[in-house]
């Protein structure tokens, strides 16, 4: 997107007060403040340790940015912006990722969640025939992420967590927490301070787990209990906000469905997808025949482009090479008509071979998805010690030379179990030129030179 286009849908979304309020000064002290006064008392309350306390305090944040990514599949010429808060490293950070990590493991028991694609081709194939005039439909909320009330959210919350073996006062604490990533979510646009008074950040650790937390909420409240659920659904799993389903009845009463969603809260609508045949979900196409069974297909975006590595791009031979294997490893997991994988896998390939892999390696990789599955050999479970360093095209030179004089160390030391295995190499990405180009920080309209990313006192 040219600068123009992208400040305009920038300036676009920024302008819905009912979403984002415009704030007059750097809020960072007052919310550390109020960051220090929960987790001092719940340490005084024995809830959590000092280690936990230190772990949720940063002493240095950084101010978090809001930038768009174009979503290039709705519309090339003038795409919508995905709001994305870049807040990593920043004073809400710690919180963020602490509650990720206690209500992920939670939702993942939900009853409809969704792991992946490949939880989502187990589905698919545990299902027995379904009847042959039922109709594949998909849902997608929009913009999920800005539509959840924070009570709403924090209730949804306060439900899963309470499902939990969490004790009481631990839950209130991860709720107090929630609030305030919830109600004290700022971030800067060139030079001014914004809250986002509804729903969560895109680029928060917590929002994913949070989504699903109110979905399965909203679902086990007003779905599940729905006769018209109860009557014509036989098979519902969602993936954070694409929901999959098989409907059993008519076109009329999967339609009255669709408005009843609608008209449970207005601020979470709902799109439909259905047909009787075939419907995409995530990047697979289920496929439903004459006699009601299913089959998968792979599914690509009408505005997907060959973006894969360039095989003469700077980076680790053994990592171009392998990419080859993982995403026809990919294609035969999704596609499951023997007939047309062989298809598939030659569109893949002919994918690789315009970005100039060597014509053996594709060959190799293509006849060893089409072989009969070979065992794996044993993981080595041994401790090693890493070695790892931004790749450079000599590095091969320099795992060699450590390889052949690793043995000394062995020898010198055979009481230290670390040296009895070769070290394990590892390779980290240098900085390159889009790292100089690209920024989430648009910056800022003035002339001089003013500190961005560290927050201070105001």
Known sequence: MNRTQYMSEIYRQLADTNTY??????????????????????????????KTAS????????????????????????????PIVASTDSVLSPLSVFLERILTPLVKTTRSFLLDTGHFLDVIKQLARIPSNSTLV???????????????????TRQLLCQSS??????????????????????????????QKCGTAMGSNVAPAYANAFMNHFETTHVFTSSLFLQHVACYHRYIDDIFLIWTGTTDTLLSFHSYLNSIL????????????????????????????????????PTDCNSLLLYTSCHPRSLKDSLPRSQLNRVARIVSNPITLNDRLDAMTSKFRARHYPPKLLIEEKARILSPPSPRPPRNTHERIPFVHVFHPLVPKVHSII???????????????????????????????????VRADIGSKRSTTTQRTIGHPT
């Open 166 to 195: 969490l004790p009481e006062d631990a839950i209130q604490f991860c709720l107090d927490l929630l609030t305030l990533v919830l109600y004290e979510n700022y971030f800067l646009f060139e030079d001014t301070f914004y809250i």
């Open 138 to 156: 998909t849902l997608d909320v929009c913009s999920l992420y800005t539509s959840i009330q924070h009570t709403k959210g924090i209730e949804a």
């Open 266 to 301: 207005p601020e979470l609508q709902f799109t439909i997808h259905y047909n009787t045949h075939s419907v995409s979900f995530l990047d697979t196409m289920v496929l439903k025949d004459s006699n009601g069974d299913l089959s998968t297909d792979i599914y690509c975006k």
């Open 21 to 50: 309020d415009v704030i007059s000064r750097d809020p960072v002290t007052a919310i550390s403040q109020k960051i220090k006064t929960v987790i001092d008392t719940y340490l005084t309350r024995h809830t959590i340790d000092q």
């Open 55 to 82: 772990f949720l305090t940063n002493p240095h944040p950084v101010t978090p940015v809001f930038y768009v990514l174009p979503k290039v599949h709705k519309s090339l010429q003038n795409p919508p912006g995905r």
């Open 403 to 437: 390889r052949r004089h690793w043995p000394l160390l062995a020898k010198s030391y055979p009481s230290i179990p670390p040296f009895k295995e070769p070290v394990l190499m590892c390779n980290k990405r240098p900085p390159n030129i889009r790292d100089k180009l």
